[in-house]
């Protein structure tokens, strides 16, 4: 075995990293230039309705599919280690996720009016957009869920990055024919996504194997709590668009627009922090499985030093530059003050932490704890913005705290929890020598 071949040996990460790892940065990539193609096609006034398509969409889809994907995923990959088929699994899953997919497009349905008029300068065609969007969605997640339970991580990165990919090419497409209005850019998003997925899974053989019967246990009892926590986080990552888009006077219908553009730069680092994320639940929850506290406690310390030092190096250089980037990217009349970009900053790099605290409760089981967790992060970020008066500012303000409680609330629920764990560790051998005597 040469040096090479050595190290491919040694290599940590799980099969298929890369090509998920590739797929997630071509897809985050692509965000930035499906918004700056389409900001640059529209204008400030004319974008707004699309950046509030896109924030709600977002905490929609994935908020309330994403445990879907996670949960399919987890119970194919030990069905397929027994070396039993997972097609009732699929099933159980996409019979759960298409009960939710129902109530939110009847849900949707019903307030198309009003939200067309009150969140997208009354154009009803992204109502119906953000309807096919949750289609989509639904679609996205199940297929994603399959695929990782298979171990098929090649097109299941083709999903992540073809979405994107495709989100660009069809609204360079749009500006190329001189679209004027947010609705066909609305379109053209939600077009991206069912078309990867139907080009990821078109001739894959062997993902729906039969096997036998599943329970609903076997998908998760805990999915609730987990779809809680699911929505939650992505409201917070995107509410702040949508929570403009409401509280903007007349005069001030581009607000929205510029939110979401400066947004997305200070929010550059919780996407890089990806990675870090993917790769910190297996490892917590191997260690919390055979015991090893000690050594559970000093990785969580190494990943929240690593979220400080990331934070504040983000906050440092994204105050300073961030109004030049949105410019850059997104042309002039969008970027936000460097005040603006200090807050925004500041609330990623709090919710960096959250994620990691999140994921530290979930591999210890503490499913309602995490939930408890990101609901407080949602009621802090209400009334704060509730109370406040000036429109930036006050939503600003509203995701700084609500990471603040975020932290508080899991970082207070995860030490009892530890000290609970690490004693039952330490008695359960007492106990079995005490019967033994």
């Given at each position: ?11 940590p ?6 090509s998920v ?7 985050g ?8 193609v389409?900001t ?6 004319r974008?707004a309705?699309?950046?509030?398509f896109?924030a709600l969409?977002v ?9 879907i994907e996670?949960?399919i995923g ?9 070396g ?12 759960s996720?298409?009960?939710?997919l129902a109530?939110?497009?009847?849900a949707?349905?019903?307030?198309s ?10 154009q009803l065609?992204?109502s119906w ?5 949750l289609?989509?969605y639904?679609v ?17 990165g ?14 360079a ?8 209005t947010?609705?066909p ?9 069912f078309?990867?997925v ?20 076997e998908?998760?009892?805990?999915l609730?709590?987990?779809l809680?926590?699911s929505?939650m986080?992505q ?5 702040g ?5 409401l509280l ?15 947004r997305?730069?200070?929010y550059?680092?919780i ?5 870090v ?8 929850a191997a260690l ?6 000690g050594?559970?406690?000093k990785?969580?310390r ?21 109004p ?12 936000l003050?460097?005040?603006d ?9 709090g ?6 605290l999140?994921?530290?409760l ?5 499913f309602?704890r ?11 970020f209400?009334v ?7 429109l930036?500012?006050?939503v ?8 603040i ?6 970082a207070g ?8 764990r690490?004693?039952?560790?330490v ?5 079995a020598?005490?019967?033994v005597?």
């Amino acid at each position: 075995m040469n040096a090479l071949q050595r190290r491919i040996a040694s290599n940590p990460l799980p099969p298929g990293a890369v090509s998920v790892g590739i797929g997630l940065v071509i897809g985050g990539l692509s965000q930035y230039g499906f918004l700056a193609v389409a900001t640059h096609a529209l204008g400030t006034d004319r974008s707004a309705p699309l950046a509030t398509f896109w924030a709600l969409l977002v905490i929609i889809g994935p908020g309330f599919f994403l445990p879907i994907e996670q949960e399919i995923g987890s119970a194919l990959a030990a069905r397929r280690a027994r070396g039993a088929g997972g097609r009732p699994v699929v099933l159980r899953a996409a019979a759960s996720g298409g009960a939710i997919l129902a109530g939110l497009v009847v849900a949707a349905i019903a307030a198309s009016g009003p939200v067309a008029q009150k969140l997208f300068a009354g154009q009803l065609v992204l109502s119906w957009a953000l309807i096919a969007g949750l289609v989509a969605y639904f679609v996205q997640f199940l297929g994603r869920g399959t695929l990782a339970g298979n171990g098929r991580f090649r097109p299941y990165g083709a999903i992540v990055g073809g979405e994107g990919i495709l989100r660009v090419v069809f609204c360079a497409g749009l500006a190329g024919v001189g679209a004027v209005t947010a609705g066909p850019f609305g379109l053209a998003m939600v077009a991206g996504s069912f078309v990867a997925v139907i080009v990821a899974l078109t001739g894959r053989r062997g993902l729906l194997q039969p096997g036998p019967p599943a329970a609903w246990s076997e998908i998760s009892s805990a999915l609730g709590f987990l779809l809680i926590a699911s929505v939650m986080t992505q409201f917070l990552l995107s509410v702040g668009t949508v929570a403009v888009q409401l509280l903007a006077a007349p005069a001030q219908q581009a607000a929205a627009g510029r939110f979401l553009t400066s947004r997305i730069i200070a929010y550059i680092p919780i996407f890089l922090f990806q990675a870090v994320q993917y790769t910190l639940l297996p490892k917590l929850a191997a260690l919390a499985g055979v015991g090893r506290y000690g050594e559970f406690v000093k990785t969580l310390r190494q990943i929240l030093g690593l979220v400080a030092a990331i934070g504040a190096a983000a906050v440092l250089v994204l105050t300073v530059v961030g109004p030049w980037a949105t410019r850059l990217l997104f042309g002039r009349g969008f970027e936000l003050t460097q005040l603006d970009f200090l807050l925004l900053s500041a609330s990623c790099a709090g919710f960096m932490a959250a994620q990691v605290l999140s994921q530290a409760l979930i591999s210890l089981r503490g499913f309602a704890r995490v939930a408890a967790g990101w609901l407080s992060g949602g009621a802090a970020f209400v009334v704060v913005t509730a109370l406040g008066t000036q429109l930036f500012l006050r939503v600003e303000l509203g995701l700084v705290v609500a990471a603040i409680a975020c932290c508080a609330v899991m970082a207070g629920a995860l030490l009892p929890l530890l000290r609970s764990r690490a004693a039952e560790r330490v008695e359960a051998p007492l106990a079995a020598r005490i019967a033994v005597q």
